[in-house]
């Protein structure tokens, strides 16, 4: 059964650094680019970063840029989300997506909220 389970959200205040994790089983995550997204209240989902598969090339949006950071163990099968200079505006709900490297197959995890705010 292939499950993707984040961790590590919370209130963390502006300035501040958070660590998100994705735990990936089920599948292999080698065949598959790992993706973050997110979700604000009123918005629509939003692709933060994205790492080919066994932890390549990474691109970010532009308004991350410089302080997030994806990166993938395949061996543990987990992926994560380093954030930095957390800004109020990066409140939002955070998904971990699997996508099969030949673009058929497509999963997700429950979701993750991270709050910024003082």
């Known amino acids: 059964q292939v499950q993707l389970v984040e961790s590590g959200g919370g209130l963390v205040t502006p300035g501040g650094s958070l660590t998100l994790s994705c735990a990936a089983s089920?599948?292999?995550?080698?065949?598959?680019?790992m993706r973050w997204h997110r979700q604000a209240p009123g918005k629509e989902r939003e692709l933060v970063a994205d790492i080919t598969s066994a932890g390549g090339a990474a691109s970010y949006a532009d308004s991350v840029k410089g302080r997030f950071s994806i990166s993938s163990d395949t061996v543990k099968g987990a992926v994560y989300l380093q954030m930095t200079s957390l800004k109020p505006e990066d409140t939002a709900v955070y998904y971990c997506n699997a996508v099969h490297n030949l673009g058929f197959l497509s999963y997700w995890g429950q979701g993750i909220q991270v709050t910024v705010s003082s």
């Open positions: 089920g599948f292999t995550l080698s065949t598959y680019r």
